[in-house]
């Protein structure tokens, strides 16, 4: 099976980095996933690792370490908008089908 | 391009009674799924179709949820009966079908539905 733990909560002020962290344990995976979710939105995709490293997508990064089972979001100039939750996700390995695994989230708040 | 499509987007019920949800995903996704999100909690995968076959539906309450996609396009959702804990937003998300292990195709969501259960 698989399980992600994430922070609950999150708060830093605008214009400041935030790093969001996800432990995981899993008998496998293809890759792991971030998507943010505003207040009564749908999920969207931010940003995906399937090796060891970081990744970079303007002001948000992700990083995978398999042989620690962690990983982290990196979030640089945050702006008021990045108020949202943020989850992690496990794509497991399973035959053909490619599936998420989602941890709990974070509650991220960006103060003024 | 057009979103992941769904209706209604809020319902309320009382329980024992029935509901349907439906779900037009992005054209051209062979990949169709179907989550439960309960307030606080991450997205539950319930069901996945690859067109209009059932991939995976080992997490779905099949005493009483029920899914289908026919001609591999649009899908419903049915809870029937609806009990107290089914209060949650339903999601669907539609993705490409994937080709090999290295190539990540997103998911896309819908707005969902919010069902209460009184």
């Known amino acids: 099976g698989q399980s992600l733990e994430q922070p609950s909560e999150v708060t830093a002020v605008e214009g400041a980095i935030v790093q969001i962290n996800c432990t995981y344990q899993?008998?496998?995976?293809?890759?792991l996933s971030w998507y943010q979710q505003h207040d009564g939105g749908a999920p969207t995709f931010l940003s995906y690792n399937a090796l060891d490293g970081l990744e970079e997508t303007g002001r948000f990064s992700s990083f995978l370490s398999r042989s620690d089972s962690y990983g982290y979001l990196l979030l640089q100039e945050l702006q008021m908008k990045d108020s949202a939750s943020y989850f992690c996700?496990?794509?497991?390995?399973?035959?053909?089908?490619?599936?998420?695994?989602f941890g709990s989230g974070t509650q991220l708040t960006v103060l003024p | 391009e057009a979103g992941v499509a769904q209706s209604p987007r809020y319902k309320i019920i009382e329980k024992r009674q029935s509901v349907a949800f439906w779900c037009n995903p992005i054209?051209?996704?062979?990949?169709l799924y179907w989550y439960q999100q309960i307030l606080g909690q991450g997205p539950k995968l319930l069901i996945q179709?690859?067109?209009?076959?059932?991939?995976?539906d080992s997490q779905l309450p099949k005493d009483r949820f029920s899914a289908e996609r026919l001609k591999g396009v649009d899908s419903t959702l049915k809870i029937q009966p609806a009990k107290l804990e089914d209060s949650a937003v339903y999601l669907c998300?539609?993705?490409?079908?994937?080709?090999?292990?290295?190539?990540?195709?997103?998911?896309?969501f819908g707005p969902g539905t919010r069902l209460t259960v009184l």
């Open positions: 996700a496990v794509t497991p390995l399973r035959g053909s089908a490619r599936q998420l695994t």
């Open positions: 054209s051209g996704h062979a990949t």
């Open positions: 998300a539609s993705s490409l079908r994937w080709t090999s292990a290295t190539t990540y195709n997103e998911q896309f």
């Open positions: 899993t008998s496998g995976f293809y890759g």
């Open positions: 179709f690859q067109n209009n076959g059932v991939v995976d």
